[in-house]
């Protein structure tokens, strides 16, 4: 298929990336002439500006907007939206609050645009893992861009098969869904990151714990000098606590025990607050993701190795780098 692609960031190159070595045309474009010039020489068609990016695509066209949610997003949206015409598909992969999608797919459907939003996890890997996808939208477009997510995402893999999901939906097990209307993707998703909050923050505590056991507060024969690195490593294997997150745990510890690169600030990027207000709206219990969106607001007031551990997991699966204080 053909798709325009609006931000060569982190992720957004590789998106485009990968849609090449799958087969798919993508013209591509980003303020910064320097990215559309190296997705250019890797086989896409850079164009210096939206309307540039219009023009290359055949109706009906699909524009893959690729950038952080807020203020950016909704002027490209805007944009597209006066240059698009009736039947084209504009993709909002970023992480915007749902609540935002069903605005704009109301808007664009008064001039005939479909809207489809995509959440979006895998981060700086996605490359090479495939990537993870939460998809809200019109059915029939949905379907009409199904090449393109299956292409997207990581496949069956060598992840052992669920029991009994003959009667479900098959494009789960490939890494991707259909979660229904307008939104409804980035509200999946959305919860998804408040989850993985509360997931970062329970390690965080964890090794935290293991690393104070040599405490001076403790009594001699209660001290333990406990090698954080091999005890993330043995946990990656067997464990019930193994994850991706831990993988990247044991990686950072691996290159560095202290994690001294890390000073243990931590930021939100916004999908934490949102879980926890949808959670008030529905009258919801939240307690682990509540509290660990708080910490993380405390970790910007002073640190300790289990904000380094958040930092650490952070940079290693989104290139996140820690905001300084």
Known sequence: MQIGIIGLGRMGANIARRLMRGGHQTVVYDIDAAARAEL?????????????????????????????AGKITEGTIAHLASILSAGDIVIDGGNTYYKDDIRRAGELAKSGIHYIDVGTSGGVWGLTRGYCMMIG????????????FATLAPGIGDIPRTPDRESHDPRAEQG????????????????????????MQAYGEGFNVLQGKNADLLP???RYDLKLADIAEVWRRGSVVSSWLLDLAAEALAKDPSLGGFSGYVEDSGEGRWTVEAAIEESVPAEVLTASLYTRFRSRQSHNFAE???????????GHVEKKP
Do not use: C, T
């Open 40 to 68: 250019g020489s890797d086989g896409a068609a850079p164009a210096e500006s939206l309307e540039a990016v219009v023009g290359q695509l055949s109706a009906p066209r699909a524009v893959w907007v690729m950038l952080p």
């Open 137 to 148: 939208g019109p059915e029939e477009q949905v379907r009409h861009l199904d090449p393109i």
């Open 176 to 199: 991707y869904i259909h979660a229904g209307p307008a939104g409804a993707g980035h509200f999946v998703k959305m919860v998804h990151n408040g989850i993985e909050y509360g997931m």
């Open 220 to 222: 001699p024969g209660e």
């Open 308 to 318: 380094k551990m958040l930092s650490a997991m952070r940079f290693g699966f989104g």
